[in-house]
């Protein structure tokens, strides 16, 4: 894919903000598609393993002792040349993957997400780690979209993440900024960048994937990833890598929304 995703001045603001939002990737009929197709996966498991399928799922892909119900469904995203190409353009060096993690929040569910960050709290800023927020339904404020602090990754002072810090931290930079997805559309955040989430107060769905890639120059152990798996098809001399290509993933949909 030799086109770029992003306009220089849009990689520019990615920079200076530490986030991009939206970036058209996909298209709404074949997102409605994949929605159908993970529906389909996630009505099986109910009815052949019951309401609590969601402990018994392994939490790896692609080991070899273990299969997945949603690893193919997940390749078919995470691997498609649009989304790799965006990110390859934001990390320098080659690009690895981190981990995958399915966002479910079922309707009227109270609980959101604090204000966090991706990375470790501690140590180098690197440049070299992004998520991106695949949207696969409409993503508001009314049904708990992601919130930004623009500029917070650039070093924000967090002295102890579990408290209220972040949240002092991300009011220091002034109003938030709500990110307003469409099915099919994404945003990219830098691994320090503060965030936060609300509830969703519809009675619907907010589905989406949040996809955590670095690039080769930054070490494993900043990006608190110790084996990652190679995108491309040519191994990096000196980095453990996954040889059978498993990552991390996890489903977090709160069932219990009282």
Known sequence: MSDRVFSHEETAQYHERGYYSPKRLYTEEETATWLEEFRAVEGGLRETRGPGFLRELPTWMGKEDQEHP????????????????????????QLLLRNVDLFVKEPHTKQGLLWHMDTEYGGEDPDGIVTAWIALTRSRHSNGALWFAPGSHRRPDVPD???????????????????????????????????????????NRRIGLAVRFFGSEVDPKVAKCGSPVVMGSIPLPGIKFKENSAFPFTWWAPFDNR
């Open 161 to 203: 993440p579990k408290t209220e810090d972040a949240a002092a931290a991300a009011k220091s930079y002034g109003p938030p900024v709500q990110v307003r997805l469409n099915p099919g559309e994404a945003s990219f955040h830098h691994g320090r960048l503060l965030h936060t989430s609300g509830a969703n107060q519809t009675p």
């Open 70 to 93: 949603l690893e193919s469904w997940v390749r078919k995203i995470v691997w498609d040349p649009r989304l790799t190409q965006a990110v390859s353009e934001l990390v320098p060096g």
